[in-house]
């Protein structure tokens, strides 16, 4: 069948369901129109757990977000409880960000919960995802959904998905859900009618208890007393960050935090950015144009479910610039691992495809460094495979993700902003900035630099054009990028490293993932994968060089620089 006639199947199978008037009306409309694409997009297939759980475009249909799927998720999410748990009472715990719709979904994923038995501890306000982490493990609960579509643009919701230990779905747990969902084949087999008596509305004491852990991690202390006053901007781009970041930075003790107050009240439709992303320079704008009126020491902009945090400083002639992911992850494993007084059986955990200069830090430093796939669930698992044996640090990763200490095991923004403002004040303390401390740092490790191609393929049609880019990549691999030999090939789909210089192949002690990564003759290292979240395929380039002192960077910076575009015209033409 054509993917045309797929979706005219799976669309008039809801259109003679059960399914509400209005949904079929849309139904109607779409099998009506020309416009052939929409209703291929939006019937296909069916929504998927992927690394960030289900995400999707809101609207009717099996591939997009709505009350059907979002309860076909929750109503196979339950099923699984109940057969993993069966002698006990089961609890989750829900929580939902600003945007649209998410208090509806949050509502129908807790009234699905209760109707099949199931007792739910419910936000009764928008707050972070990193809370709903703490909160599972916190109240004890067996899992856990966040209604979310993280950064997306406003038209997107998801569903992220949580087992007992406050941590993304993984195998298999993951494939397990995937199968009870597939399994209901009528909306009559959702139990939809809520019981009202297991719902219970949490508590201010888990967000007390989530400040007192991020409190008591906190390092230099003394610095922040001395530099309370110093100047720090924050935006939470419309989303659940003005919940608790605020909160938390003034019980940290700083005195002189400027909010953003055309980005404070949540909204998702996020009028004033094009995408509520800190990845992004626009999304930062008026964040740093706050900034440089008031020569602040730091710019921090969290995203909608505030587990991601992007970072703004000064440069030697006080401009102010975005750090990249790489950079703060970096800047702040520097600023942990330099104050770490016990280092015994510590670590630290990255993605594969997050900078090397972490790994090179740690071992100088004498902390050891794993390295997982991408996906904090994945350095979630890791840390409760060595729990008891090694001691938990920090996490991070190149998407500008960051988690100190194993209360929270996710992606944690509200944490990260009261470390990364710590790291101001310490500066501040020692009379440098955090720019020096950047500079200092790549004197003392090495200066990696890293750049990311994203190359958006929408729809069904995008989809098979991203398999066949990752088919070529894989099946006829570069010989040399931008001048450099290939020397090693990493296939993480295939769990094979070859070595193209000698021709031995060993294995990867990875799960299988659909990334490849190539190593060249000049130190350059270049990842490949498909988003797990995005219609995208992503090109992770990291290039590196030795930097003798500060006075050289300008000139090791321009070099690595024009390394990093030459690659990008090879890879993206």
């Not at 852990?213 to 001395?226: A, D, F, H, N, T």
Request: with cysteine.
């Amino acid at each position: 069948m054509s993917l045309l006639e797929v979706a005219i199947a799976k669309a008039n199978h809801w259109l003679n369901s059960s399914i509400d008037e209005a949904s079929k009306a849309e139904i109607r409309k779409l099998l009506s129109s020309s416009d052939q694409k929409t209703l291929i997009d939006s019937f296909y297939k069916d929504l998927e757990f992927g690394t960030g759980g289900l995400r999707g475009v809101m609207g009717v249909g099996s591939n997009c977000i709505n009350q059907y799927t979002i309860g076909a998720a929750t109503q196979g999410l339950s099923n699984y409880l109940k057969k993993s748990f069966p002698a006990k009472e089961i609890n989750v715990a829900i929580a939902y960000d600003s945007r649209n719709n998410s208090r509806l979904f949050a509502e129908i994923t807790a009234g699905v919960f209760s109707a099949n038995g199931i007792i739910v501890h419910l936000f009764e306000e928008l707050r972070p995802t990193p809370l709903l982490s703490f909160a599972i493990r916190y109240l004890k609960c067996d899992s856990g959904v966040v209604i979310t579509a993280s950064h997306n643009p406003k038209e997107y919701n998801g569903y992220k998905a949580y087992w007992n230990e406050g941590a993304q779905l993984v195998p298999p747990h993951d494939k397990n859900v995937i199968s009870e969902v597939n399994a209901i084949t009528s909306f009559e087999q959702i139990q939809f009618k809520a019981d009202p008596s297991k719902i219970k509305i949490i508590g201010k004491e888990v967000e007390d208890a989530y400040y007192n852990e991020v409190i008591g991690r906190i390092p230099k202390k003394e610095s922040i007393l001395k530099q309370k006053n110093i100047s720090l901007v924050y935006t939470s781009l419309h989303g659940a960050g003005i919940t608790m970041v605020p909160e938390c930075l003034k019980r940290l003790g700083f005195t002189n935090l400027h909010i953003i107050e055309e980005q404070k009240i949540p909204d998702g439709n996020f009028p004033t950015v094009q995408s509520p992303n800190p990845e992004e320079q626009s999304a930062m704008q008026m964040a740093l144009e706050k900034a440089n009126t008031l020569r602040a020491e730091l710019v921090m902009a969290t995203d909608p479910d505030t587990d991601r945090v992007g970072l703004g400083i000064q440069n030697e002639q006080g401009e102010f610039f975005l750090l990249n992911g790489n950079q703060s992850f970096s800047l702040m494993m520097w600023f942990i691992l330099k104050n770490l007084k016990d280092k015994k059986n510590a670590y630290i955990a990255k993605t594969i495809v997050t900078t090397e200069l972490v790994d090179d830090m740690a071992r100088n430093l004498g902390v050891e460094c794993h390295n997982t796939l991408t996906g904090f669930k994945y350095i979630a698992e890791l840390m409760s495979q060595l729990e008891g044996n090694k001691k938990f640090i920090a996490a991070g990763e190149e998407s500008y993700g960051y988690m100190v200490g194993d209360f929270v095991r996710d992606k944690d923004a509200v944490s990260a902003c009261a470390f990364f403002a710590a790291m101001a004040a310490a500066a501040k303390d020692e009379g440098k900035t955090l720019y020096q401390w950047l500079l200092q740092m790549y004197v003392e490790n090495g200066f990696y630099k890293e750049g990311l191609i994203n190359l958006v393929r929408k729809g069904a049609a995008g989809e098979q054009e991203i398999k066949t880019m990752m088919e070529k990549f894989r099946n006829d691999p570069p010989q040399t990028i931008a001048g450099e030999k290939v020397v090693r090939m990493l296939d993480y789909k295939t769990s094979t490293e070859k070595n193209l210089v000698d021709t031995i192949t060993q294995p990867l002690s990875f799960p299988k993932s659909d990334v490849l990564q190539f190593y060249t003759d000049g130190g350059s290292k270049i990842s490949v994968r498909p988003s797990g979240t995005e219609p995208k395929i992503k090109f992770y380039i990291s290039v590196r060089t030795k930097l003798s002192s500060i006075t050289d960077f300008p000139s090791a910076d321009e070099q690595l620089n024009s390394k990093i575009n030459s690659i990008t015209k090879e890879i993206a033409g």
